[in-house]
């Protein structure tokens, strides 16, 4: 959107013009004289550079995390199964929810009312790994065997009870669609630091065979209010990973580099003559289309990799929209300057298949997550990566569907009790924190709520985030609305 | 932060106006500050109100409090506020330091200012009454009368003319959306008469190319999508009313009339089919089909959506603030939200379902079906008028007719055989009183019946009888839809069922379709068969006689056994009802036709019953060829009626139920939570409804266009300011709240609004009035004193200059390239996109089927918009998911990889290329051709320097091309249309490298 000087990112420190993107070099370099502050400051609301400095009040507080990578696990991952070990659950198997852990509570239309819905015991048993003893199901062992990095917050609840309005709540803070999401925050928040590749990429998978599959909104990435440039970059699953990325047919690098030169020397004849400083933006504009041009096929040019970080990721890393080749990506991207990326893995909506795509699903996300994490802290990266696993909800730990057909058992929606786990990037790692009930039912003890969890990620990255705000409609907004609370336990 | 820039923006305003300081405008300087910093405690929400006071409220501002006031008018010391503003306590600071809300130092002494020179208070100025001042300088045009006041006052040097090439391209991009023909560049130039700009504005208006121009900043406020959006997005086939309004503003719809029939078209006293379509308007809302949802919830999002659409789109205020609580900033209550959202509540819209294309729905067939709709029923009419004449002749002849009838009858008198039993292999067969079996259950695509009868004496042929039944297809003699049957085999045996079929020595008809005969029942082929199809749904009996090769004879009580199979190809071509009789006459005559009919022709005349009549006369009319084939033409035509109504687009549209819905205020917005009634009413702070205005949508649309509404005209007349000149009078052009921007020209924009009104609403006048004054003209080069004076250009010393909307540079390209399909309206295209995006957004459940031909090279209003994910060659557009007055217009890599390599652009410069060489002809020089191509695109030719880089840049790809044919070769392929063998292929390649590069020049991309 087009707004005040005031409210745009690019607005700082005018004197700091050795921090400038190369557009600006080049506009200094030929108009260094004859310009002042008030066209410095509407040539900077201009974003034809890749680049962007961030918010000139940033940090707020002393970063711990540079860079974060979100794999959420669209369709709700369920906490019961996975993460949250409840003995009291296995026991009640077969029998009534109590009526107390769920009276006055809104469920989704599949369950409206629970009285009387069966309790339904963990799929697979859990044991306890590591020094710090967390449990962790036999749904996830290659996670379990690094547990002792990960914090597991299984206290997380939210209000939403369907998946859009769900997952659009955590990524921006809003169940209704069209507010900038986490992504866009950040970039405009703290700048983009990579000259040749997006800030803010989103990358999506499915796992092979599920039938649950929640499509992925491009509001889960947009930018709303926010200028555009701060939107997530989708790479795609197939062929070229960014949108009309490669030359046309029949054209060489060397050609477009010629044409290229070309139009930039015609842009800067017109540059001159009309003195516009647009122009000089889309000159860098279009030296930043051919950088990444080259600068995406090395990104995704996985052959340099040695062998044993590639098993590390498990059997689909090679394979082009698997979430094991995102991960590696997403490694990849964050070594090259990308600030936040976002995966997201659709096929968690286990509604009546706990017995079977369950399995699949944690097959294809389970190794390629651990081998995330064990990968940035090989490379020192982990500590000022923060790595974010889960869902938009969890999942009844009573059942939907019929007790007596075990191919055929379920869990639907459920929100008043979830884990979500991090890792790195400034957060206390092997432990866990705050609690669910007995039956995993509703978090009791030091609840998380994701305006919580969404503070608590912010001030991470060295950001208040009660003024990280942007005014849009008369109206200053912010992702946290007006609630949240940073979680300062869980800070390292 | 925003302290820090605060600081420094003061700085440099003060610079300038600082020392000049004029008295303080309450509306433009202080009620804004006071929105911005304090209405969040201190504003009209009552809920968030602290210590009761409000700053949007005179009397609560200055009131007495036990002694001080806010404010006390004349005496800025003695007022609370200028204390609060002032002190250093942290405890008493305003605002709290924790709101993070700063006043700075220039603000705080603009308040005092105004306090002391008496607090003189005011509406916020976009809700007073719209004021005509007088013209600064009448001679001038009225725009420029007010934009040179405020040069002079500013002391900036307004910009020479544009060039007239730059002025002719501006124009046609703003006004059509298309760069200009190189004949009409011409005709422009060479117009050296006065009066030629004028002239050339209106040949701009009159070109079809404005209503599509116009149309889409229409469809993104009107959110205009060709899916439903959310999971599953439907296709909906909203386009007839994209269309209408292509065609509204084509015709210069006025605006108040533009806006009454899509509020309310369907509420007119003498509403037609196109007052109704253009309702569609407010049904282009998001469609939720997401399982689980509930219906009612779904119903009050959507009238929502159409409530918060009016007032961004006619009042410019943000009522969704509104849903939950009285607004925080504009005088808008909780109350004005639900009672605007009761105009729209009427609608009978359930919210249930996902069917795209949710009821009230009108059938829209396109404009050329219209016609010929139209055309075919008039020559229905005509035929049935013929008919009914053929049938009168044909009453005349009854009696002679009848006695020939009632003679052939008697030659063979037919004796029904009653059935014993009577078995389907896959349908129910059952035995009527009259001797006849009638089919039923379920309608396979084959069958064979067997019957069981018994029968004694001599027979010599057996008669097959198809008779209508009213539970057969109309009425027909089959289950089929066309009424017809194919009887494959007929056959009889006696006693036995083992036993082999006796043999028969003829059949006959009383009609065979073709080659589909009787005889063909007898020749154990499966495939071939009896039909009786002569045109139109078949609607009269048929008989079959099968004359035995020797005559049966037979004890009392024989069995017989029939076989009817119907094996053939056409599906569900089963005889629906038959009856079996057997003669003794040698000879067998297939007759009269059925007993009853014989039965009724040997009544006599004048006692003969209605029934019976009827039958003798059909049957009559029936054996008539003329007659037959004038019910046929009918039928077919009715037919071809039917095909184009079934076919017609489907469009939702608005409409009222008959018993009104009550409308409750909903607690924090949410649909189960109904609080207090109310009932539809315009906002409170807004003048009434006209006297006689009903309370219903309608009355609300006329409320909106009328003069007195203060915010129609200015909000509208804002927003074609913005379109022309890139950024609004007022730029918050979605807001026109006490948040909003003050109006940077606010007498132009009240001016305007006026004469926009005076002038009837005439939308071409305005834009007339506009693009003819010299601020327009002016050209868009800019110094850097003036880039430091005025960046955003706010004051318009300068022309507009920015990038076009990515819509727009992919029309400019089809242009360009000659390969632009012109056709206006029907339905969207499938142009060129990526493989893959539909399916990766959707699992694979939307697959994406381009389009080929002329419909690759339509102009992009009529790509289709799937609403969960846009067409991907434009950038920076409204998401059509709600209501957009403003797009964002920004410059990232991955808009420049768009025009370097998507395949439009790419075939649109080897198709310019071609264009080029064709035209200049295979001796022009290079600066020819490349003179020509720079027209194409820029409207004018390059300069000296430009020449040579182009040139240069000519010869190299004419030398990377040659060292590569495959290349070449590659390059030439690209696009689905064909290039002309007969240009030199290196030629070609070579020129249209650097037609990619003139596209893509930012010049090209920018309209200045």
């Keep these: 959107m087009d707004h005040p000087i005031l409210n745009d990112d690019s607005w700082k420190d005018p004197i700091g013009q050795a921090r400038l993107g190369i557009n600006r070099r080049h506009f200094f370099g030929k108009t260094a004289t004859g310009i002042g502050t008030a066209a410095l400051a509407s040539l900077l609301t201009r974003d034809g550079q890749a680049k962007s400095i961030g918010l000139p009040d940033l940090p707020h507080v002393a970063p711990k995390a540079k860079r974060v990578i979100y794999l959420f696990q669209n369709g709700a991952p369920t906490h019961t199964d996975l993460w949250d070990y409840k003995p009291r659950q296995a026991k009640m198997h077969g029998t009534p929810?109590?009526?107390?852990?769920?009276?006055?509570?809104?469920?989704?239309?599949?369950?409206?009312?629970?009285?009387?819905?069966?309790?339904?015991?963990?799929?697979?048993?859990?044991?306890?790994?590591?020094?710090?003893?967390?449990?962790?199901?036999?749904?996830?062992?290659?996670?379990?065997?690094?547990?002792?990095?990960?914090?597991?917050?299984?206290?997380?609840?939210?209000?939403?009870?369907?998946?859009?309005?769900?997952?659009?709540?955590?990524?921006?803070?809003?169940?209704?669609?069209?507010?900038?999401?986490?992504?866009?925050?950040?970039?405009?928040?703290?700048?983009?630091?990579?000259?040749?590749?997006?800030?803010?990429?989103?990358?999506?998978?499915?796992?092979?065979?599920?039938?649950?599959?929640?499509?992925?909104?491009?509001?889960?990435?947009?930018?709303?209010?926010?200028?555009?440039?701060?939107?997530?970059?989708?790479?795609?699953?197939?062929?070229?990973?960014?949108?009309?990325?490669?030359?046309?047919?029949?054209?060489?690098?060397?050609?477009?580099?010629?044409?290229?030169?070309?139009?930039?020397?015609?842009?800067?004849?017109?540059?001159?003559?009309?003195?516009?400083?647009?122009?000089?933006?889309?000159?860098?504009?279009?030296?930043?289309?051919?950088?990444?041009?080259?600068?995406?096929?090395?990104?995704?040019?996985?052959?340099?990799?040695?062998?044993?970080?590639?098993?590390?990721?498990?059997?689909?890393?090679?394979e082009q929209g698997t979430f094991a080749y995102n991960c590696l990506m997403a490694r990849r991207l964050i070594e090259r300057g990308s600030r936040y990326v976002q995966l997201m893995h659709a096929g968690w909506d286990q509604h009546n298949s706990v017995t079977t795509e369950l399995y699949t699903q944690c097959r294809d996300t389970d190794q390629p997550s651990m081998a995330l994490v064990k990968d940035l802290k090989e490379r020192g990266l982990l500590e000022d990566t923060l790595v974010i696993w889960g869902g938009e909800f969890g999942r009844t730990p009573f059942i939907q569907g019929d007790i007596n057909n075990r191919p055929r058992w379920g869990r639907d929606h459920h929100p008043y009790a979830f884990t979500v786990w991090m890792a790195g990037g400034g957060v206390k790692p092997g432990i866990s924190y705050g609690a669910s009930d007995d039956l995993g039912m509703n978090a009791v003890e030091n609840k998380v709520h994701v305006h919580d969890f969404q503070a608590t990620l912010l001030h991470l990255l060295g950001i208040d985030h009660e003024h990280l705000t942007y005014r849009f409609q008369g109206r200053y907004f912010r992702l946290t609305d007006v609630h949240g609370h940073v979680v300062k336990d869980i800070l390292a | 932060m925003r302290k820090h820039i605060c600081r420094i923006v003061a700085v440099a305003f003060a610079l300038t106006?600082?020392?000049?300081?004029?008295?303080?405008?309450?509306?433009?300087?202080?009620?804004?500050?006071?929105?911005?910093?304090?209405?969040?405690?201190?504003?009209?929400?009552?809920?968030?109100?602290?210590?009761?006071?409000?700053?949007?409220?005179?009397?609560?501002?200055?009131?007495?409090?036990?002694?001080?006031?806010?404010?006390?008018?004349?005496?800025?010391?003695?007022?609370?506020?200028?204390?609060?503003?002032?002190?250093?306590?942290?405890?008493?600071?305003?605002?709290?330091?924790?709101?993070?809300?700063?006043?700075?130092?220039?603000?705080?002494?603009?308040?005092?200012?105004?306090?002391?020179?008496?607090?003189?208070?005011?509406?916020h100025w976009s809700l007073t009454p719209i004021r005509k001042s007088e013209l600064p300088n009448a001679k001038a045009n009225p725009v420029d009368a007010f934009i040179n006041r405020t040069l002079e006052t500013e002391g900036l040097k307004p910009q020479v003319r544009a060039t007239r090439e730059t002025l002719i391209r501006r124009l046609h991009l703003d006004m059509t959306g298309?760069?200009?023909?190189?004949?009409?560049?011409?005709?422009?130039l060479g117009d050296e008469e006065s009066g030629a700009w004028k002239r050339a504005i209106r040949r701009a208006l009159a070109k079809p190319g404005y209503g599509e121009r116009m149309a889409w900043d229409w469809l993104d406020a009107a959110r205009y999508a060709d899916s439903n959006g959310y999971q599953g997005d439907s296709e909906r086939t909203m386009w007839p009313w994209r269309d209408w309004v292509i065609d509204a503003f084509n015709n210069n719809f006025p605006w108040d009339k533009f806006t009454i029939w899509q509020l309310a078209g369907d509420l007119l006293p003498n509403a037609t089919f196109k007052t109704r379509l253009a309702t569609g308007f407010n049904r282009n809302h998001m469609i939720n089909g997401e399982g689980g949802r509930i219906a009612e919830e779904n119903r009050v999002d959507y009238v929502m959506d159409m409530a918060e659409t009016t007032g961004t789109i006619w009042l410019g205020m943000t009522f969704n603030c509104s849903r939950c609580h009285d607004h925080k900033f504009d005088p808008i209550t909780q109350k004005d939200y639900y009672s605007l959202f009761a105009f729209f509540n009427q609608t009978p819209v359930t919210g249930s379902g996902r069917n795209p294309q949710t009821a009230p729905i009108i059938t829209a067939p396109t404009p050329a079906n219209r016609a010929a709709m139209a055309k075919t029923r008039k020559e229905i009419a005509s035929l049935e008028k013929q008919l009914g004449q053929r049938a009168r002749e044909l009453a005349r002849a009854q009696a002679a007719w009848e006695t020939n009838k009632l003679d052939e009858g008697k030659l063979s008198p037919w004796k029904a055989l009653k059935p014993v039993s009577a078995k389907a292999?896959?349908?129910?067969?059952?035995?009527?009183?009259?001797?006849?079996?009638?089919?039923?259950?379920?309608?396979?695509?084959?069958?064979?019946?067997?019957?069981?009868?018994?029968?004694?004496?001599?027979?010599?042929?057996?008669?097959?009888?198809?008779?209508?039944?009213?539970?057969?297809?109309?009425?027909s003699i089959s289950r089929s839809s066309s009424g017809n049957f194919v009887l494959t085999s007929f056959e009889l045996r006696v006693g036995d069922p083992n036993s082999k079929p006796v043999k028969f020595s003829k059949a006959e008809a009383t009609f065979e379709q073709g080659g589909l005969k009787i005889a063909r029942t007898l020749d154990g082929?499966?495939?071939?068969?009896?039909?009786?199809?002569?045109?139109?749904?078949?609607?009269?009996?048929?008989?079959?006689?099968?004359?035995?090769?020797?005559?049966?004879?037979?004890?009392?009580?024989?069995?017989?056994?029939?076989?009817?199979?119907?094996?053939?190809?056409?599906?569900?071509?089963?005889?629906?009802?038959?009856?079996?009789?057997?003669?003794?006459?040698?000879?067998?005559?297939?007759?009269?036709?059925?007993?009853?009919?014989?039965?009724?022709?040997?009544?006599?005349?004048?006692?003969?019953?209605?029934?019976?009549?009827?039958?003798?006369?059909?049957?009559?009319?029936?054996?008539?060829?003329?007659?037959?084939?004038?019910?046929n033409q009918i039928e077919s035509k009715r037919n071809r009626v039917a095909a184009m109504e079934k076919s017609a687009p489907k469009v939702m549209v608005m409409k009222d139920m008959p018993k009104p819905r009550e409308t409750f205020m909903l607690t924090r917005g949410l649909y189960n939570k109904p609080g207090q009634k109310v009932s539809a009413a315009v906002p409170a702070f807004l003048p009434k409804l006209p006297k006689g205005a009903k309370a219903n949508?309608?009355?609300?649309?006329?409320?909106?266009?009328?003069?007195?509404?203060?915010?129609?005209?200015?909000?509208?007349?804002?927003?074609?300011?913005?379109?022309?000149?890139?950024?609004?009078?007022?730029?918050?052009?979605?807001?026109?709240?006490?948040?909003?921007?003050?109006?940077?020209?606010?007498?132009?924009?009240?001016?305007?609004?006026?004469?926009?009104?005076?002038?009837?609403?005439?939308?071409?006048?305005?834009?007339?009035?506009?693009?003819?004054?010299?601020?327009y003209r002016r050209s868009s080069d800019v110094t850097a004193e003036l880039l430091e004076r005025d960046p955003e250009n706010r004051f318009l010393a300068r022309g507009a200059r920015f990038?076009?909307?990515?819509?727009?540079?992919?029309?400019?390209?089809?242009?360009?390239?000659?390969?632009?399909?012109?056709?206006?309206?029907?339905?969207?295209?499938?142009?060129?996109?990526?493989?893959?995006?539909?399916?990766?957004?959707?699992?694979?459940?939307?697959?994406?089927?381009?389009?080929?031909?002329?419909?690759?090279?339509?102009?992009?209003?009529?790509?289709?918009?799937?609403?969960?994910?846009?067409?991907?060659?434009?950038?920076?557009?409204?998401?059509?998911?709600?209501?957009?007055?403003?797009?964002?217009?920004?410059?990232?890599?991955?808009?420049?990889?768009?025009?370097?390599?998507?395949?439009?652009?790419?075939?649109?410069?080897?198709?310019?290329?071609?264009?080029?060489?064709?035209?200049?002809?295979?001796?022009?020089?290079?600066?020819?051709?490349?003179?020509?191509?720079?027209r194409l695109v820029l409207s004018r030719s390059p300069g000296e320097q430009e020449l040579k880089i182009w040139k240069r840049g000519l010869d190299r790809a004419r030398a990377q091309f040659k060292?590569?044919?495959?290349?070449?070769?590659?390059?030439?392929?690209?696009?689905?249309?064909?290039?002309?063998?007969?240009?030199?292929?290196?030629?070609?390649?070579?020129l249209a490298s650097v037609c990619l590069g003139l596209l893509n020049l930012d010049e090209a991309l920018t309209k200045e």
Excluded at chain 1, 148 to 168: R, Y
């Design chain 1, 97 to 318: 929810v109590p009526n107390e852990y769920f009276a006055g509570k809104r469920f989704s239309t599949m369950t409206k009312d629970p009285t009387g819905k069966l309790m339904l015991a963990p799929v697979e048993p859990f044991t306890q790994h590591g020094q710090s003893g967390s449990w962790v199901s036999r749904f996830m062992p290659h996670t379990a065997s690094i547990a002792d990095e990960l914090c597991f917050v299984k206290s997380m609840h939210t209000e939403a009870v369907n998946h859009a309005p769900g997952i659009s709540f955590f990524l921006s803070g809003a169940e209704i669609p069209g507010r900038p999401t986490l992504g866009a925050w950040l970039s405009y928040g703290l700048g983009i630091e990579s000259e040749n590749l997006p800030g803010f990429v989103v990358m999506t998978s499915v796992s092979k065979g599920t039938s649950c599959g929640q499509i992925f909104y491009d509001f889960y990435w947009g930018s709303g209010f926010l200028p555009s440039k701060h939107q997530g970059v989708k790479f795609r699953g197939q062929g070229d990973p960014v949108l009309y990325l490669a030359n046309p047919n029949g054209m060489s690098s060397k050609m477009r580099r010629g044409l290229l030169d070309d139009i930039a020397a015609i842009n800067e004849l017109k540059f001159k003559q009309a003195g516009d400083p647009e122009i000089s933006t889309r000159i860098s504009q279009y030296e930043m289309a051919y950088r990444m041009q080259t600068s995406v096929p090395e990104l995704t040019d996985i052959s340099s990799e040695p062998q044993h970080v590639l098993d590390m990721y498990g059997p689909q890393v090679e």
């Design chain 2, 425 to 475: 292999d896959n349908q129910t067969l059952k035995i009527l009183s009259n001797a006849s079996i009638l089919v039923s259950g379920k309608n396979p695509n084959n069958d064979t019946y067997r019957v069981s009868t018994k029968a004694g004496g001599t027979i010599h042929g057996i008669r097959l009888e198809a008779l209508k039944h009213s539970s057969l297809f109309k009425g």
């Design chain 2, 525 to 631: 082929d499966k495939k071939t068969g009896w039909g009786v199809w002569d045109g139109r749904i078949v609607d009269r009996e048929h008989i079959g006689v099968f004359t035995l090769a020797e005559p049966l004879k037979l004890d009392k009580d024989t069995q017989l056994l029939f076989t009817l199979r119907h094996d053939s190809q056409h599906k569900q071509h089963l005889i629906g009802c038959f009856r079996l009789s057997t003669t003794d006459a040698p000879k067998p005559q297939i007759g009269s036709g059925s007993d009853e009919l014989l039965a009724a022709l040997s009544v006599p005349k004048a006692e003969r019953n209605k029934a019976q009549a009827n039958r003798v006369a059909i049957a009559h009319r029936n054996s008539d060829p003329a007659y037959g084939k004038l019910k």
């Design chain 2, 803 to 934: 990038r076009m909307p990515s819509w727009m540079i992919r029309d400019q390209a089809l242009a360009a390239s000659g390969l632009i399909n012109s056709a206006i309206g029907g339905a969207p295209v499938n142009t060129y996109q990526p493989e893959g995006i539909w399916e990766e957004a959707t699992f694979g459940r939307k697959k994406y089927k381009q389009d080929s031909g002329d419909k690759l090279y339509r102009r992009s209003i009529y790509v289709f918009w799937r609403r969960i994910i846009g067409p991907t060659m434009f950038f920076d557009s409204g998401a059509r998911q709600v209501c957009t007055v403003k797009t964002p217009r920004t410059n990232t890599p991955l808009h420049a990889l768009a025009t370097l390599n998507d395949i439009t652009y790419v075939e649109a410069a080897r198709a310019m290329a071609q264009r080029v060489l064709t035209a200049t002809g295979g001796k022009a020089s290079d600066s020819d051709r490349l003179r020509h191509a720079s």
């Design chain 2, 17 to 123: 106006t600082a020392a000049s300081r004029a008295e303080i405008d309450f509306s433009r300087e202080i009620l804004p500050l006071f929105s911005d910093k304090c209405f969040q405690c201190h504003g009209p929400d009552p809920k968030a109100r602290q210590s009761g006071l409000r700053l949007d409220e005179e009397k609560n501002v200055k009131m007495d409090r036990d002694g001080y006031a806010v404010v006390v008018p004349g005496a800025s010391s003695r007022s609370e506020l200028m204390k609060r503003l002032l002190t250093e306590d942290s405890d008493e600071k305003m605002p709290p330091a924790e709101l993070g809300r700063f006043l700075s130092a220039e603000e705080i002494s603009k308040i005092k200012q105004w306090i002391d020179e008496g607090a003189k208070w005011g509406p």
């Design chain 2, 697 to 775: 949508r309608l009355g609300l649309a006329q409320w909106l266009t009328s003069a007195e509404n203060p915010l129609a005209a200015r909000v509208t007349v804002n927003r074609f300011w913005q379109m022309i000149f890139g950024i609004g009078i007022v730029k918050t052009a979605e807001d026109f709240g006490v948040q909003a921007e003050y109006p940077k020209h606010p007498e132009l924009l009240d001016w305007l609004a006026a004469e926009f009104i005076e002038s009837g609403w005439d939308v071409k006048h305005l834009l007339e009035l506009i693009l003819s004054s010299e601020a």
């Design chain 2, 178 to 188: 298309l760069p200009p023909s190189l004949k009409e560049i011409d005709a422009f």
């Design chain 2, 963 to 990: 060292s590569d044919e495959e290349a070449l070769e590659e390059f030439l392929n690209v696009g689905e249309s064909k290039r002309d063998e007969n240009l030199d292929k290196l030629e070609h390649a070579a």
